[in-house]
């Protein structure tokens, strides 16, 4: 790719940094918990061969300071609300991985009007839609906060993101993702068409996926020779991968583009 061009948006407080990559309809891409670039891997490369891709680093990541107040879904759906307004951005579509995939989740919960299109990879409508072990993982966190935050300290991510807090950003990482949350009554009213993508081996249960996809009207009967019984929304799940090398891979792009060209421009 070439050289993204960057800004920062003053919203809610915080000083907000945000790439853009490519050209055509904006689009914006929402990395995971911890990184930004590594997260996103092979996905927004060849997502900006297609489209402007906005990468915004949301709080505390990345090259946004932290400031004092928790992580939360929903503040940071209110971040990037904030976001579009100061971009100009009236409505877009929204990818999102993990963590950005509960952002872009809420932003369509609590600002319907300005989501075009919805990608949510890799994550839940509930907390208990994760294995237990990595439901244990993340109650953990904040514990070994300052053991992690150390050799990430020491390491290429963190030559690459000095400015970072990691024991801090792990701790309300943990904190965030222990705290019980469930939207899947509100799954049903979202307005954009959604498509869900997961890894084969993904750390979400194969239930919760089930159940997600049926809240969007899938599985629930014969799609039918002419493809009328068809639900609204698409699913993909993307052999050989899990929840942290999915974006490895182009074929999680190659997933979406053509789910967005399909609904084309709202």
Not at 86 to 101: K, P
Not at 103 to 108: D, H, K, M, N, R
Not at 182 to 198: C, K, N, Q, R
């Amino acid at each position: 790719m070439t050289a993204p061009r960057s800004g920062r948006a003053t919203v809610n407080g915080l000083e907000l940094y945000y790439e853009v990559h490519g050209e055509g309809e904006p689009l914006l891409l929402l990395h995971g918990g911890i990184t930004v670039d590594q997260t996103l891997a092979q996905t927004l490369p060849a997502l900006a061969n297609a489209r402007q891709v906005i990468v915004p680093h949301m709080q505390g990541h990345g090259f946004t300071p932290d400031i004092d107040r928790p992580l939360r879904f929903e503040l940071m759906a209110d971040d990037l609300a904030a976001l579009m307004a100061e971009m100009g951005i009236g409505s877009a579509d929204l990818v999102g991985y993990s963590m950005g995939g509960g952002i872009a989740l809420q932003t369509a919960i609590r600002h319907p009007t300005l989501v075009d299109r919805l990608v949510v990879i890799s994550t839940t409508m509930a907390r208990d839609g994760w294995y237990p072990d990595v439901v244990q993982a993340f109650r953990d966190m904040p514990g070994n906060a300052p053991a992690i935050a150390a050799n990430i300290a020491r390491s290429p991510l963190g030559d690459r993101y000095p400015d970072v807090n990691w024991e801090t950003l792990f701790r309300k990482i943990g904190e965030m993702e222990s705290e019980p949350f469930d939207w899947s009554a509100d799954i049903a009213g979202i307005e954009a068409p959604t498509m869900l993508v997961f890894a084969d081996a993904d750390a979400v249960r194969p239930e919760h996926i089930v159940d997600f996809y049926q809240r969007l009207g899938g599985f629930l009967r014969d799609g039918g020779l002419d493809g009328s019984g068809r639900p609204p929304g698409r699913l993909a799940v993307i052999p050989n991968t899990t929840h942290y090398d999915l974006n490895d891979t182009t074929a999680v792009a190659e997933a979406i583009l053509p789910f967005l060209e399909a609904f084309g421009p709202n």
